[in-house]
Protein backbone atom coordinates (compact mmCIF):
# COMPACT_ATOMS: atom_id res chain seq x y z
CA UNK A 1 0.00 0.00 0.00
CA UNK A 2 2.90 2.44 1.18
CA UNK A 3 4.59 1.71 -2.52
CA UNK A 4 1.78 2.56 -4.33
CA UNK A 5 1.09 5.43 -2.57
CA UNK A 6 4.97 6.82 -3.39
CA UNK A 7 4.64 5.91 -6.67
CA UNK A 8 0.76 8.03 -6.93
CA UNK A 9 2.62 10.78 -5.71
CA UNK A 10 5.08 10.65 -8.55
CA UNK A 11 2.03 10.87 -10.92
CA UNK A 12 0.45 13.92 -9.53
CA UNK A 13 3.78 15.79 -9.10
CA UNK A 14 4.53 15.20 -12.83
CA UNK A 15 1.01 16.16 -13.62
CA UNK A 16 0.93 18.95 -11.79
CA UNK A 17 4.51 20.33 -13.65
CA UNK A 18 2.26 19.51 -16.93
CA UNK A 19 -0.37 21.84 -15.99
CA UNK A 20 1.93 24.49 -14.39
CA UNK A 21 3.32 24.49 -18.07
CA UNK A 22 0.48 24.78 -19.92
CA UNK A 23 -1.82 27.59 -17.83
CA UNK A 24 1.65 29.34 -18.51
CA UNK A 25 1.48 29.09 -22.34
CA UNK A 26 -2.55 30.03 -21.81
CA UNK A 27 -1.73 32.94 -20.10
CA UNK A 28 0.67 34.77 -23.17
CA UNK A 29 -2.86 34.25 -24.89
CA UNK A 30 -4.06 37.82 -24.57
CA UNK A 31 -7.14 40.18 -26.17
CA UNK A 32 -4.48 41.89 -28.84
CA UNK A 33 -3.14 38.60 -30.04
CA UNK A 34 -3.87 37.59 -34.04
CA UNK A 35 -7.13 35.42 -35.65
CA UNK A 36 -4.59 32.44 -35.75
CA UNK A 37 -4.10 33.18 -31.77
CA UNK A 38 -7.64 33.26 -31.21
CA UNK A 39 -8.63 30.72 -33.01
CA UNK A 40 -5.65 28.79 -31.02
CA UNK A 41 -7.29 30.23 -28.14
CA UNK A 42 -10.66 29.31 -28.71
CA UNK A 43 -9.75 25.41 -28.73
CA UNK A 44 -7.67 25.71 -25.72
CA UNK A 45 -10.36 27.71 -23.40
CA UNK A 46 -12.23 24.54 -22.76
CA UNK A 47 -9.08 22.75 -22.50
CA UNK A 48 -8.07 25.18 -20.02
CA UNK A 49 -11.57 24.52 -17.44
CA UNK A 50 -10.66 20.46 -18.05
CA UNK A 51 -6.70 21.44 -16.77
CA UNK A 52 -8.40 23.55 -13.84
CA UNK A 53 -10.56 20.68 -12.96
CA UNK A 54 -7.67 17.93 -13.30
CA UNK A 55 -5.75 20.32 -11.27
CA UNK A 56 -8.03 20.42 -7.98
CA UNK A 57 -8.49 16.77 -8.23
CA UNK A 58 -4.70 16.34 -8.27
CA UNK A 59 -4.95 18.66 -5.26
CA UNK A 60 -7.48 16.51 -3.03
CA UNK A 61 -5.87 13.20 -4.65
CA UNK A 62 -2.37 14.63 -3.03
CA UNK A 63 -3.71 16.10 0.02
CA UNK A 64 -5.83 12.45 0.71
CA UNK A 65 -2.52 10.74 0.39
CA UNK A 66 -0.84 12.83 2.87
CA UNK A 67 -3.39 12.77 5.70
CA UNK A 68 -4.06 9.18 4.99
CA UNK A 69 -0.45 8.62 5.49
CA UNK A 70 -0.29 10.63 8.68
CA UNK A 71 -3.61 8.64 9.56
CA UNK A 72 -1.74 5.40 9.39
CA UNK A 73 1.56 7.09 11.55
CA UNK A 74 -0.71 8.41 14.58
CA UNK A 75 -2.88 5.16 14.49
CA UNK A 76 0.70 2.85 14.56
CA UNK A 77 1.27 5.94 17.64
CA UNK A 78 -1.89 5.00 19.35
CA UNK A 79 -1.11 1.01 19.27
CA UNK A 80 2.14 1.67 20.75
CA UNK A 81 0.47 3.35 23.57
CA UNK A 82 -2.21 0.77 24.26
CA UNK A 83 0.21 -1.69 24.05
CA UNK A 84 2.48 -0.40 27.25
CA UNK A 85 -0.06 0.58 29.06
CA UNK A 86 -1.60 -3.01 28.70
CA UNK A 87 1.65 -4.04 29.66
CA UNK A 88 2.04 -1.54 32.68
CA UNK A 89 -1.61 -3.02 33.89
CA UNK A 90 0.06 -6.63 33.47
CA UNK A 91 3.30 -5.52 35.66
CA UNK A 92 0.94 -4.07 38.24
CA UNK A 93 -1.47 -7.13 38.38
CA UNK A 94 1.73 -9.26 38.85
CA UNK A 95 3.11 -7.26 41.03
CA UNK A 96 0.13 -7.20 43.74
CA UNK A 97 -0.21 -10.91 43.46
CA UNK A 98 3.33 -11.16 44.80
CA UNK A 99 2.70 -8.54 47.17
CA UNK A 100 -0.09 -10.00 48.63
CA UNK A 101 1.48 -13.42 48.75
CA UNK A 102 4.85 -12.08 50.32
CA UNK A 103 2.02 -10.50 53.37
CA UNK A 104 0.84 -13.99 54.01
CA UNK A 105 4.25 -15.77 53.94
CA UNK A 106 5.59 -12.93 56.38
CA UNK A 107 2.43 -14.13 58.81
CA UNK A 108 3.35 -17.67 58.30
CA UNK A 109 7.08 -17.35 59.24
CA UNK A 110 5.68 -15.04 62.17
CA UNK A 111 4.05 -18.04 63.42
CA UNK A 112 6.45 -20.41 62.28
CA UNK A 113 9.82 -19.11 63.36
CA UNK A 114 11.62 -22.28 62.51
CA UNK A 115 10.84 -22.25 58.83
CA UNK A 116 13.23 -21.73 56.02
CA UNK A 117 12.18 -21.54 52.64
CA UNK A 118 13.35 -21.09 49.15
CA UNK A 119 10.74 -18.66 46.91
CA UNK A 120 10.55 -20.63 43.27
CA UNK A 121 8.41 -19.50 40.06
CA UNK A 122 6.37 -22.39 38.12
CA UNK A 123 7.87 -22.94 34.80
CA UNK A 124 6.40 -25.77 33.41
CA UNK A 125 3.43 -28.55 34.07
CA UNK A 126 2.95 -31.96 33.58
CA UNK A 127 -0.29 -33.63 34.29
CA UNK A 128 -2.45 -36.11 32.93
CA UNK A 129 -4.67 -38.68 34.84
CA UNK A 130 -2.10 -40.42 36.74
CA UNK A 131 0.65 -37.78 37.65
CA UNK A 132 0.39 -34.17 38.62
CA UNK A 133 3.95 -32.27 38.49
CA UNK A 134 5.78 -28.75 37.54
CA UNK A 135 9.09 -27.29 37.28
CA UNK A 136 10.65 -24.41 38.73
CA UNK A 137 13.86 -22.91 38.29
CA UNK A 138 15.31 -23.71 41.67
CA UNK A 139 17.73 -25.96 42.22
CA UNK A 140 20.87 -27.28 44.34
CA UNK A 141 22.48 -24.21 43.84
CA UNK A 142 19.72 -22.27 46.37
CA UNK A 143 19.22 -25.37 48.64
CA UNK A 144 16.73 -26.97 47.31
CA UNK A 145 16.98 -30.88 47.69
CA UNK A 146 14.96 -33.98 47.09
CA UNK A 147 12.12 -34.35 49.23
CA UNK A 148 11.67 -30.96 50.47
CA UNK A 149 8.07 -29.59 50.61
CA UNK A 150 6.57 -27.33 48.75
CA UNK A 151 3.85 -25.42 50.16
CA UNK A 152 2.02 -22.07 49.29
CA UNK A 153 2.15 -18.39 51.02
CA UNK A 154 -0.78 -19.87 53.33
CA UNK A 155 1.13 -22.99 54.82
CA UNK A 156 -0.75 -24.91 52.01
CA UNK A 157 0.55 -28.01 50.61
CA UNK A 158 1.78 -28.69 47.03
CA UNK A 159 3.84 -31.79 46.95
CA UNK A 160 7.32 -32.87 47.29
CA UNK A 161 10.60 -32.12 45.12
CA UNK A 162 10.99 -35.51 43.57
CA UNK A 163 13.87 -34.49 40.93
CA UNK A 164 16.75 -31.80 41.43
CA UNK A 165 19.20 -30.21 39.32
CA UNK A 166 21.88 -27.31 39.47
CA UNK A 167 19.12 -24.79 38.93
CA UNK A 168 15.96 -26.60 38.65
CA UNK A 169 13.87 -28.67 40.56
CA UNK A 170 10.58 -31.13 39.77
CA UNK A 171 7.72 -30.73 42.02
CA UNK A 172 5.39 -34.18 42.31
CA UNK A 173 1.99 -32.61 43.52
CA UNK A 174 -0.38 -33.95 46.15
CA UNK A 175 -2.77 -34.45 43.30
CA UNK A 176 -0.52 -37.45 42.00
CA UNK A 177 -1.76 -40.77 43.38
CA UNK A 178 1.70 -41.55 43.94
CA UNK A 179 2.11 -39.51 47.13
CA UNK A 180 0.73 -40.69 50.49
CA UNK A 181 0.40 -38.41 53.15
CA UNK A 182 -0.09 -39.39 56.65
CA UNK A 183 -3.15 -36.50 58.25
CA UNK A 184 -5.84 -35.75 60.80
CA UNK A 185 -9.10 -34.17 60.62
CA UNK A 186 -8.25 -31.28 62.54
CA UNK A 187 -11.22 -30.74 64.76
CA UNK A 188 -11.94 -34.21 65.54
CA UNK A 189 -8.21 -35.68 65.54
CA UNK A 190 -9.29 -38.38 63.15
CA UNK A 191 -6.25 -40.01 61.77
CA UNK A 192 -5.87 -41.46 58.41
CA UNK A 193 -3.54 -41.39 54.73
CA UNK A 194 -4.60 -38.25 51.89
CA UNK A 195 -3.34 -39.19 48.43
CA UNK A 196 -4.56 -37.80 44.87
CA UNK A 197 -7.65 -39.70 43.90
CA UNK A 198 -7.48 -39.32 39.91
CA UNK A 199 -7.79 -43.21 40.03
CA UNK A 200 -11.26 -43.26 41.94
CA UNK A 201 -12.71 -41.20 39.31
CA UNK A 202 -12.37 -37.96 40.89
CA UNK A 203 -9.95 -36.19 39.51
CA UNK A 204 -8.64 -33.03 40.65
CA UNK A 205 -9.61 -34.05 44.69
CA UNK A 206 -7.71 -35.72 47.49
CA UNK A 207 -8.91 -38.97 49.41
CA UNK A 208 -8.63 -39.76 52.78
CA UNK A 209 -8.38 -43.12 53.43
CA UNK A 210 -8.38 -45.71 56.60
CA UNK A 211 -11.00 -43.23 58.41
CA UNK A 212 -12.84 -45.06 61.80
CA UNK A 213 -16.44 -46.48 61.23
CA UNK A 214 -17.72 -44.76 63.52
CA UNK A 215 -15.85 -41.26 62.66
CA UNK A 216 -18.31 -38.15 62.71
CA UNK A 217 -16.90 -36.32 59.33
CA UNK A 218 -18.59 -32.98 58.41
CA UNK A 219 -18.13 -31.17 55.23
CA UNK A 220 -15.44 -28.32 55.39
CA UNK A 221 -13.83 -29.81 58.16
CA UNK A 222 -9.67 -28.84 57.49
CA UNK A 223 -7.48 -31.72 57.23
CA UNK A 224 -3.77 -31.31 58.30
CA UNK A 225 -0.56 -33.16 57.94
CA UNK A 226 0.53 -35.07 60.87
CA UNK A 227 3.47 -34.73 60.54
CA UNK A 228 6.44 -37.12 59.16
CA UNK A 229 10.27 -36.65 58.05
CA UNK A 230 9.07 -34.88 55.27
CA UNK A 231 6.16 -32.95 56.30
CA UNK A 232 5.98 -30.85 59.27
CA UNK A 233 2.57 -30.75 61.43
CA UNK A 234 0.01 -29.10 60.29
CA UNK A 235 0.54 -28.33 57.63
CA UNK A 236 -2.78 -27.61 55.97
CA UNK A 237 -4.14 -30.15 52.78
CA UNK A 238 -7.38 -29.60 52.38
CA UNK A 239 -11.41 -29.53 53.17
CA UNK A 240 -13.60 -32.45 53.48
CA UNK A 241 -15.99 -32.17 50.34
CA UNK A 242 -17.87 -35.54 50.87
CA UNK A 243 -17.67 -38.88 53.04
CA UNK A 244 -18.79 -42.45 53.07
CA UNK A 245 -17.55 -46.10 53.49
CA UNK A 246 -15.08 -47.52 51.36
CA UNK A 247 -15.46 -51.04 49.43
CA UNK A 248 -15.09 -52.77 52.24
CA UNK A 249 -17.66 -51.71 54.14
CA UNK A 250 -15.25 -51.12 57.46
CA UNK A 251 -13.72 -48.17 56.99
CA UNK A 252 -14.86 -44.55 55.96
CA UNK A 253 -13.09 -42.23 53.62
CA UNK A 254 -13.59 -38.55 52.84
CA UNK A 255 -13.25 -36.68 49.71
CA UNK A 256 -11.05 -33.46 50.15
CA UNK A 257 -10.64 -30.31 48.00
CA UNK A 258 -7.15 -29.45 47.83
CA UNK A 259 -6.22 -25.73 49.91
CA UNK A 260 -4.03 -24.93 47.41
CA UNK A 261 -5.67 -23.26 44.48
CA UNK A 262 -3.90 -25.27 41.46
CA UNK A 263 -5.38 -23.63 38.55
CA UNK A 264 -4.08 -19.83 39.59
CA UNK A 265 -0.36 -21.13 40.96
CA UNK A 266 2.35 -19.35 40.12
CA UNK A 267 5.10 -19.37 42.81
CA UNK A 268 5.29 -22.39 45.34
CA UNK A 269 7.78 -22.25 48.54
CA UNK A 270 10.05 -25.13 49.05
CA UNK A 271 10.52 -25.79 52.92
CA UNK A 272 14.35 -26.32 53.12
CA UNK A 273 14.61 -26.35 56.93
CA UNK A 274 11.95 -26.67 59.89
CA UNK A 275 11.80 -28.40 63.41
CA UNK A 276 9.50 -31.83 63.87
CA UNK A 277 7.43 -30.79 67.30
Not at 115 to 141: H, M, P
Not at 155 to 177: I, K, Q
Request: hydrophobic share 40%; aromatic share 8%.
Amino acid sequence: MKKFLNTKVKVILALTVVVAVVMALLGTLGEGSSFPERVVQGIMTPLRAGVNGLTRGAEKVYSYVFKYESLLAENQRLEEQIADMENDARTADTLQRENQRLKELAGLKEEREDFQLVSAYITTWDSNDWTSSFGVAKGTNSGVAEGMVAITAQGEVVGVVSAVGSNWATVTTVLDSSLEISANIASSGYAGMVQGAYTTGAEGMLRMDYLPTDAVIRNNDQVVTAGSTLYPRDLILGYVAEAGFDETGVAKYALLKPAADFENMEQVFILTSYVNE
